[in-house]
């Protein structure tokens, strides 16, 4: 986890600076200091030690970096750092050039670039500026000696190089101080994080594990598990402490999590058995040479009831959804059989075979005949689908040309069509489109698919049915220019008793002849395909691989038939 530095300071931007270490205010006083030391002992050395031509000159070159502390400093980071010790170091090159290097009187300036560093480091950086300032330093003397060889040294003057030695050395110690007062801050710091760190680890409300890959426990914090012994775990480990069967998954957790995933998996401890332990595992990325991992270990023995509960409640309801299913499939007979007859008997008063029947009580008897048959044609799909479900449902497969079927399915629907002033269009090929399928199964999904289109297509519209063979597929399509279906409504489609629409288009159906018409396709291995646009239309395709595809005659003349057994 990344946490952003304390005490950061914000830019006008808004971003975060970090700063190399606390004590800002002490470093700039530090640059302030040093920048009135040199200014006053330059004035000294030029009124009492002699200072003269350009190394005074250089003296006064050596107060910048004072003075670029001072500015700089206030907007504290390491780019500021950085350019405040190449201060000093440019600095320190134009004073011992100015004096005449190592032998002139400001040779004990030389090393203020690595008397800076020390101060500007800090714990966090010390190692790398240090080395950056005793750079400068070398840098420094190098220059000045080179510059003394090629113009010539002065006269020492020892009070002078004495004075500004002085200085420098006073500087030195100031530094150190300032450097060691801050990595103690720090250091004091960094103890009372590892402390609250520690108290708050110690407060979890889980037990929190630091572990080998192996299982051996490396760290523990948090509230005791009741069902884990801490003590067994520190012994034995955490797989030892894992009932035999549930192993497996937490190895299996441990090597996703030193993968860098997050695992989590549930097991039963060995001496608890009928507990549960929800464990969840990450990568603790650290630079020690065997990676570790971190555990959290909670109590999952009530939300495992309540998974045993409601998996044994579902599989009753199953147990109870098959048997209503197996119930409605054996029902056929008992109640095709009475309605069949309230059917016939009711055609043959609408037929008048016996005589003439008063007005009211013929209208009794279309309204009978319509009713029974609007109810037989639910029943029908309801069989259908249970039979499907319960799997009771055999394909009567048979090679037969499909344009009969969907041919009898259009004459069927035809006169309603006509009558509720929906034009009906069929796009049939020309040639025979063999297939080996269901007949009865073929002409009930068109029928189907026709009669809702003709259901939900206002008067005016138009319902086109296109059938095709695209290789071993035959594509069936019946599109309309209807109400359309809203796409929240398609994904729902397809299942039993699932409508979609206003209350009075859901009225003119039950939800079941999509349905059958899906589980049909798939019968034969094929699929539904919805398209529909509210206010528009609706596609529905329906492809089924069962085209007999056409094999060209073998060289002879003879025509290899294949022989199809069911």
Avoid: C
């Avoid at 970090?18 to 040093?34: D, K, N, S, Y």
């Avoid at 206030?74 to 000093?88: K, S, T, Y």
């Avoid at 579902?314 to 209503?324: L, M, S, T």
């Avoid at 008067?459 to 359309?484: F, H, K, N, Q, R």
């Amino acid at each position: 986890m990344t946490q952003a530095p304390a005490h950061s300071p914000e830019d006008a931007a808004g971003q975060v600076r970090t700063p190399a270490f606390e004590g800002r205010g002490v470093l700039i006083a530090w640059h302030g200091g040093w920048a009135a030391a040199m200014v006053a002992g330059t004035i000294v050395a030029l009124w009492l030690a002699g200072l003269r031509g350009p190394a005074a000159f250089g003296a006064l070159a050596m107060v910048g970096p004072g003075l670029a502390g001072l500015a700089l400093l206030h907007r504290d980071g390491p780019g500021e750092r950085a350019l405040v010790l190449v201060g000093w170091t440019l600095a320190s090159l134009a004073a011992q050039v100015l004096s005449g290097g190592l032998s002139g009187p400001l040779v004990g300036l030389v090393v203020m670039p690595f008397v800076a560093a020390l101060a500007l480091g800090g714990p966090r950086h010390g190692v790398r500026i240090a080395q950056a300032g005793a750079a400068g330093s070398a840098l420094a003397a190098l220059g000045g000696q080179l510059s003394a060889w090629w113009i010539g040294s002065p006269r020492a003057e020892i009070a002078t190089a004495a004075l500004f030695a002085l200085l420098a050395a006073g500087a030195a110690v100031l530094a150190v101080h300032l450097s060691w007062r801050v990595r103690e801050r720090r250091l004091t710091e960094a103890e009372d994080e590892t402390a609250r760190v520690r108290a708050l680890l110690a407060s979890l409300p889980g037990l929190t594990l630091v572990i080998e890959p192996s299982g051996r426990i490396v760290a523990d914090y948090g509230a005791p598990h009741d069902a884990l012994d801490l003590e067994a775990l520190k012994l034995q480990g955490l797989i030892a402490a894992v009932h035999a069967p549930d192993r497996p998954a937490v190895l299996a957790a441990i090597d996703a999590a030193l993968a860098g995933q997050e695992a989590q998996t549930t097991f039963a401890p060995r001496q608890a058995l009928d507990r549960r332990v929800n464990l969840v595992l990450r990568r603790l990325d650290t630079p020690a040479t065997t990676p570790l991992l971190v555990a959290q270990a909670f109590d999952a023995t009530r939300q495992f009831a309540v998974e045993v509960g409601l998996e044994a409640a579902r599989a009753e309801a199953e147990a109870r959804d098959v048997g209503k299913t197996r119930f409605l499939a054996n029902m056929s007979h008992e109640l095709r059989t009475p309605l069949n007859a309230v059917i016939g008997f009711s055609d043959i008063m609408r037929q008048r075979l016996f005589g003439p029947l008063p007005v009211r009580y013929a209208e009794y008897a279309d309204s009978i005949h319509e009713a029974g048959n609007h109810l037989l044609e639910l029943i029908n799909d309801v069989l259908d689908v249970s039979k499907i479900e319960a799997e009771r449902y055999e394909l009567s497969r048979e090679v037969f040309d499909a344009r009969d079927a969907v041919s009898a399915a259009v004459a069927l629907v035809r006169v309603t069509a006509a009558e509720k002033g929906v034009t009906l269009n069929s796009l049939l090929p020309d040639e025979a489109l063999s297939v080996d399928a269901d007949r009865r199964a073929l002409k009930q999904i068109t029928l189907n698919l026709l009669s809702n289109a003709i259901k939900f297509t206002p008067v005016g519209g138009s319902v086109t049915v296109t059938l095709e063979a695209i290789g071993p597929y035959l594509e069936l399509v019946v599109a309309d220019t209807g109400v359309g279906i809203a796409r929240k409504d398609l994904k729902r489609l397809g299942r039993p008793f699932e409508q979609a629409g206003a209350a009075d288009q859901r009225a003119q159906g039950t939800g079941l002849g999509l349905s059958l018409v899906r589980a049909l396709a798939e019968l034969h291995g094929g699929r539904m395909n919805l398209e529909s646009t509210l206010g528009e239309g609706t596609a529905v395709t329906v492809r089924l691989p069962v085209a007999q595809v056409a094999r060209p005659a073998p060289e002879g003349g003879a025509e290899v038939v294949p022989l199809n057994v069911h």
